[in-house]
């Protein structure tokens, strides 16, 4: 719980902040128009004063808290659901282009992100996410780099990982292909040489199911190897706290990785296989963040 706490403790105020910024604009508007329109309909939330000379707006006040009689006993509610609602709605690309109109329908239906989600459908949003991008990205020499989703799911996933020390202290972390790009290019390159670019084999190298985050300096000593052959790097970390903290994995999930070559089908099966495994693992982190046992 103190995981989704903090998670809660970014998103929250940025929704008071939406919501402000919403009620502004309604204040601009209903400024513009006759003072009948003021009077007889603005929200309950906004108070316009204005000069009894000369009509004009002196000062707008906005009060969030009238909202809605039952805020304050909904807020714990609002609390624990606002995040996952907050997630499937970036999945499901809810807020790409203008968000005026979606953001003014919210703040009419103040149950959208309070409603209670239950595990199979975040589930179902978050598989439906992880299989498009499976498909979508075809991936050899160019890799996309993390986007919104991914960077957002991370610090889920890592908000129950990391500790204190973790957040506030000066260790900084960078989000690592686990098999690295360089390998798979390695790879691929064999596999592809000579042919033409519709014969080519690629894959979702980018795939969230091939992320985490590693500490910064680990990061940078690994180059093309994974974290089981760079010797340097394992003489200076606990390979089982890597494993239990950063990558939730065993060696045996990568050994794949240590063959000198593949055919096409084989290279395929391999990498599709290691990233659905993980993904399993990664929502089993999801789940046990965003749905507290002991809430």
Known sequence: MKALNLIVGIIFPSFKNIARISALRQVNYFVQNDANLV??????????????HTDAVINRRIDLSGVSPEWKKNKKHFK????????????????????????????????????????????????????????????????ANPDECDRILLNVIYAQTFNAIDHLGEKNFDIEHLATKGALRDYLNKINSGKPDSERLKLPISSFGNLCYLPEVSNRSKGKKTIYQDVAYLNTQSIQDIEEKYTFTVHADMEWLEEDSYDRDTLKEKYIGFIRKRWGKQKEKIKSCLYPANP
């Open 39 to 52: 009077r007889d309909n603005v929200p309950p939330y906004l108070t316009i004063v204005k000069d009894d």
């Open 80 to 143: 624990q659901n606002c995040v996952i609602i907050y997630i499937m709605d970036c999945l499901n690309k809810k807020w790409r282009g203008s968000g005026d109109r979606k953001l003014n329908s919210i703040l009419v239906n103040n149950s959208y992100y309070s409603r209670t989600v239950p595990w199979d459908e975040l589930e179902r949003t978050l598989d439906m996410w992880f299989d498009t991008v499976l498909e979508e990205r075809n991936e050899e020499q160019r890799v």
